[in-house]
């Protein structure tokens, strides 16, 4: 049956936006005399022809906006966004000056509670709240797994609610995904735990009435790495009621300036889309971080009105797109389509959700390993679950890595990670082993140690080309596969490895 002809194309995030708008739409208007913001993201809202400013409001998705402004018909705009994460995304890796760029106060918006919560650390009573959509793009199963830790090892007592529908929306800048039952997933996960209170799922509720609920000792919490997390509708809610928070220190997550809150490094979150045993190692990791800390006080700093920038004409903002799609061309066509997915498993495209990831990523954890891989699917080779097993290692540990894909190694980025990590691990022993080492030792001149993980099964001549370029410093490892097939998820791998 066809909907009716008026109904529009909901955004699923078309909820954070209404409030967002109306909240916006008053500021500007009692702040700046600015009586008719377009909000661009916004479904229900059509904008006529202008031959005056127009006042350009982004959320979320204004990577998608910014590709079709060539459609706008009006002779200027200024631009106005909720993070200082997309404003730098829209600056240095978009290339619209920053100057035209106006970041809207956060504290304004939504003015937190001149009296917060302050707890100090957790004390185990209380209950963990997460309101939003439940969707591989906000780590739930990671939430689930950190959870169950603090639960299992910290806090019994403690509780966690989850207010939100279900939705299966893969993170696009990861690339094209399989479809998945979502629900079915976290569901099944947390079938198969041990509680001694289980997660809550409480369904959807409007934003004016999940936060009006009674709730024992609340703290908002979000793992989210969320590529448009721009704002945070749910945790400006909670800061309103002076709320405790616990979030990963990414996007507009990043930008609290008031409250007692705990920040996490996102680059330890990973993502939905890798193996069960990875998202527990990093629950597992999250949970000890977040019972050791404590929850930092911040006092509101003076978001003082600042005089809107300057406008941008559309000559100006025809050239800024034209350089864009010439960075990024051929391959931003298929984002010009709607296939931001598509365009994020081109090298190009990789490239550009690599800059922007940096923007949003806002914590200070330099320090991290390189671990170069063949390929990281689910598999029964006996490399790949090595792999698997010391990637959960290293997160146990509280060691940083990033993955590198063997084929991906060339792109500019990826040299730089090289360069610029500890150590290299290479967890496998192939014909590409050898040319793998001369290229990082000889031609690279890499000069952080090497560790090579090889099969004991294997023979390790094809690396004796390689030899004059192992270090003193570098380490082949061997493991003994009979011991890695009885190994258990978490387990250490020393006993399986000899050097």
Known sequence: MKVTPSTPHLDRCQTSITVLADRIRSHLLECHQIENPWFVDDSTQFFQSSEDCVDIVFFGGFLKRFLESGNWNFSSFRFWVLSESVAKVLSKTIGLPLEKINILPRQLIHPPRPEFRNIGKLGGSETLVYAGRLSPEKNISLLIWTFHYLQKEHFPDLKLKLFGSFDNSAPFDLGRMLDRDYQREIEELVAELEWTTAPEFCGHLAPDEWIECEISDPIYISLSTFIQEDYGVSLAQAQEKGWPSIVTNWGGQADLYYGAQILLAPLLAGNEYEPQALRKARGYRYSQLIASSTFEKNILKDGGLKTPGTTL???????????????????????????????????????????????????????????????????????????????????????????????????????????????????????????????????????????????????????????????????????????????????????????
């Open 313 to 499: 004409t559309r000559s100006e903002l025809e050239k800024v797109r034209l350089e864009f799609v010439e960075r990024y061309d051929p391959e931003i066509q298929l984002a010009f389509q709607g296939k931001l997915a598509d365009f994020a498993d081109t090298p190009k495209g990789r490239l550009f959700f690599d800059h922007y990831a940096r923007h949003f990523d806002c914590s200070d954890s330099k320090d991290f390993c390189s671990i170069i891989v063949n390929d990281f699917h689910l598999s029964d080779d006996l490399s790949l679950k090595y792999c698997l097993e010391l990637c959960a290692q290293m997160i146990s540990c509280g060691v940083n890595y990033r993955l590198i894909p063997f084929r991906h190694l060339a792109e500019g980025q990826n040299l730089k990670y090289l360069m610029a990590s500890a150590k290299i691990t290479i967890p496998f022993v192939n014909e590409n082993t050898e040319e793998l080492i001369v290229l990082l030792k000889k031609k690279l001149h890499l000069t952080q140690p090497l560790e090579i993980y090889a099969n004991i099964e294997q023979e390790l001549t094809v690396l004796d080309e390689a030899e004059p370029f192992i270090a003193a410093e570098d380490r082949i490892y061997v493991f003994d596969p009979e011991k890695l097939k009885k190994l258990l998820p978490g387990e250490d791998l020393l006993g399986c490895i000899d050097d």
